[in-house]
């Protein structure tokens, strides 16, 4: 019997299968996952979103951004980092040789906090679901997380950003690496030097 049609009478039978994560890794994957995202009503920020922020760039890409919330710009246009942080974070990769192509960017929370405010915990606990399934149909080989709660949520600890900068850790056996949020080095742009050692890393660890 040939493994599909052993598979057709299983689930026939109401019986679950184990599938091959190659075949979980499906672009149809995300996009249905972005469209239950935009009907999502799970936490009170849908009622002042204009629009849910699902993702951008490259879901075949090494290379996984994970930012914070949604701000003014992207709640407008519904992609991640489009506001002046989101340049600022172009020529941070373009710095080390990278472009919209080679990652894929996704945040925390799918909708902008209003005024934006830091996400509150129960924000944090209704949406982040999401992220884990992207973060699993994408399967990157490094994430990068950009900001203290993106750090805080993957590693599930409440260390400061220095603490969490410098290190390799890992989240579900995928390498991590956490950063400045670019929203930051705008308002600390002494801090860029630090930021540029931290992409060295990413540089390295993606070339190896």
Not at 111 to 119: K, L, Q
Not at 196 to 205: E, N, R
Request: glycine residues 6%.
């Amino acid at each position: 019997m040939s493994s599909q049609l052993r598979h057709y009478y299983l689930q026939q039978m109401g019986i679950d299968t184990w599938v091959k994560r190659e075949e979980c890794k499906s672009k149809k994957h995300l996009v249905q996952l972005a469209a239950d995202v935009s009907l999502c009503v799970r936490c009170p920020l849908h009622h002042t979103r204009t629009q849910t922020v699902f993702a951008r760039g490259n879901p075949d890409a090494k290379l996984m951004i994970i930012g914070e919330a949604p701000g003014f710009y992207e709640d407008q246009q519904g992609l991640p980092f489009v506001g002046q942080a989101g340049g600022l974070l172009n020529k941070m990769l373009n710095s080390i040789g990278l472009s919209g192509e080679d990652v894929y960017i996704a945040n925390v929370l799918k909708c902008r906090p209003p005024n934006d405010r830091d996400p509150q915990p129960d924000e944090i606990s209704h949406c982040s679901n999401y992220l884990t399934q992207q973060i699993a149909i994408v399967s990157p080989r490094l994430i990068l997380a950009v900001g203290r709660f993106a750090g805080q949520f993957l590693l599930n600890a409440s260390f400061p950003l220095n603490q969490m900068r410098n290190k390799i850790h890992e989240y579900q056996q995928i390498p991590m690496l956490v950063t400045y949020h670019p929203a930051y080095l705008l308002r600390n742009p002494f801090d860029k030097k630090n930021a540029f050692q931290d992409l060295m890393i990413v540089k390295q660890l993606l070339t190896q």
